[in-house]
């Protein structure tokens, strides 16, 4: 019983521990994953990078379109459940451990988050940091400061970023 008591302590001390550093564990719903990757009309073998990708549900949507996915999360839980979800997948799916805004990027197409406004000013600057080729990025909830959707559909935020 101590050692379930620990383990309970443990996981709750993460899930709240990541949130001082991004944005706190709510998954992405179905229809939002559609609408989004649906926005990013990403063709099979181009490549999208999740910032907080959690339990894996964008991932596995994205990898059963075609699509290479790459996952950047900074709980350790949600990012060993979000490589055994992906598992089927493993040639098109990377989970990474850490914070997507000081990690390195491949190249990518496109970029989906679910974030928290208070980071969506350096997601940007990292964005166009990171990329030789304009991306479309996919918010949902929250917008980019400074920057015009090019569409808005159920909650999702769609944006064309061009690199400096």
Sequence with gaps: MEILSA?????????GFVVVFGAPYVPTLKPQIGVALDLLDLQPGQTLIEVGSGDGRVLLAAAERGWQAVGYELNPV?????????????????????NALTKEWPLTDGIYVFGVQRIMSKLHTKIVQSIQEPVKLASFG??????????TKNGIYLYKIKPR
């Excluded at 383990?7 to 899930?15: A, P, S």
């Excluded at 949600?78 to 850490?98: A, D, E, M, P």
């Excluded at 929250?142 to 569409?151: I, T, V, W």
């Design 142 to 151: 929250f917008e980019l400061p400074g920057q015009k959707a090019l569409q």
């Design 7 to 15: 383990v309970l302590i443990g996981i709750i001390f993460v899930f």
């Design 78 to 98: 949600l990012v060993i459940w979000s490589w055994w979800r992906t598992r089927k997948y493993r040639r098109q799916v990377r989970v990474i451990w850490g």
